[in-house]
């Protein structure tokens, strides 16, 4: 489901640009939330708590959310009605989510709308999900058969944390590129003022907002999902639950390159529609966390991808990266922002140390060394007096 007003939308297409020598200061969509509640989430989940399911209702946050956010429900309340729950949990969210957002979503809501009632689709086929046109039959298997076994025969790692794998049929590819193109030609013909995926492409085109959500919802539901939820557990990989889908393109006319940044996704598929390019690798750098993002680069971090059309690549958004100049040719490249709104919860109550942060780990192995050895000198010290 994608919900707008979902906390996942909130912080729509803002992409942190970070400088290439690790030195440089990232500033993220600021956002400051006003309380209107005391209520408070317990920092220690109840693990054995069996959460309720909140699929049936209306509400303007995900239903998944709530379910994920039960377990940190006050000990009183977590045997209390649904209503109440639901109410407490409510309260807290709708803290995040004041009226100048609501506004901004309800013109965004518009905005499509708009667009939707006067753009007439090329291709109808791509605008509902059908598997059996649009994936390669391995990629089929491997989703059908759900285990982590299976999942894993298809997909390479060719770096930790970077997964790639065969995933569209090269007939998918070229209708979705051709579309893309025709969506362009009517922007150009309309002179609508369209809004391009992020703050970082100056072309490119969000497919969300001219008809391909629902699709895209169905492919982050039951593709992307699955895949998450075995290889990126750690950044709420089981509980995605908005998105945010557009195309990018590079070429001489088109954005050449894409500086070195994070994206603002939990977790991130993409992939290469064609068609005739050279240059475009993407380039990766580890993954870090907000404090750590301009840290350095250990040598086994680093990492080059060349674009293969067809094929994905799977990988954390707080992974840093960016993208080479397209030194001839034209490429269009689907992006899918994978986003958990209960991961972005639960991390406001989690201030230090991130297991999926590679500096984290570094200063937390680091700590773990120097205690060591600290205890090992101690040991001589003591078994040299004592033998004195
Ligand atoms: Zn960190």
């Not at 039951?222 to 557009?246: A, K």
């Not at 992939?271 to 993954?287: A, D, I, T």
């Amino acid at each position: 489901m994608s919900g707008d007003g979902s906390l996942g939308e909130r912080k729509q297409s803002n992409q942190a640009p970070i400088t290439a020598n690790g030195n440089g200061v990232v500033v993220p969509g600021s956002f400051v939330p006003y309380a209107t509640t005391n209520n408070r989430l317990s920092v220690n989940p109840s693990k054995d708590h069996k959460p309720e399911s909140y699929e049936d209702l209306q509400l303007e946050f995900s239903p998944l959310l709530f379910s994920s956010l039960e377990q940190y429900l006050p000990q009183p309340l977590l045997n209390g009605s649904r209503d109440s729950k639901l109410q407490y949990m409510r309260d807290i969210l709708l803290r995040y989510s004041p009226e100048g957002e609501r506004v901004r979503v309800q013109r965004h809501k518009e905005y499509r709308q708009k667009i939707i009632s006067s753009y007439q689709p090329l291709y109808r086929e791509l605008y509902t999900m059908q598997a059996a046109n649009f994936f390669v039959p391995s990629f089929l298997k491997a989703i059908t058969e759900n285990t982590e076994e299976s999942l894993r025969s298809i997909m390479s790692e060719p770096s930790q944390g970077v997964y790639t794998f065969e995933m569209l049929q090269p007939h998918f590819c070229e209708l979705l590129f051709s579309e893309v193109e025709h969506f362009e030609r009517w922007v150009h013909a309309t002179k609508f003022r369209i809004m391009r995926p992020n703050t970082m492409n100056k072309y490119g085109a969000v497919l969300d907002d001219f008809g391909l959500e629902t699709m895209l919802d169905k492919l982050m539901d039951d593709f992307i999902r699955p895949m998450s939820r075995v290889f990126f557990s750690d950044v709420g990989g089981f509980t995605l639950d908005s998105h945010h889908g557009f195309v990018v393109e590079y070429g001489m006319d088109r954005d050449v390159e894409l500086g070195f940044h994070v994206d603002d996704s939990e977790v991130t598929l993409n992939v290469c529609l064609g068609k005739q390019f050279s240059g475009g690798e993407l380039f990766f750098r580890g993954v870090r966390c907000d404090k750590h993002v301009n840290s350095e680069t250990r040598p086994e971090e680093s990492f080059d991808y060349s674009h293969v059309p067809g094929h994905a690549v799977l990988h954390r958004g707080r992974h840093r990266h960016g993208a080479r100049a397209t030194t001839s040719g034209h490429r269009i490249n689907l992006l899918l922002w994978c986003r958990s709104s209960a991961f972005r919860e639960l991390k406001k109550y989690q201030k230090d140390c991130f297991n999926w942060c590679g500096e984290c780990q570094r200063q937390k192995n680091e700590r773990q060394r120097q205690s060591i050895t600290a205890t090992k000198l101690e040991i001589l010290k003591r078994s040299g007096k004592s033998t004195t």
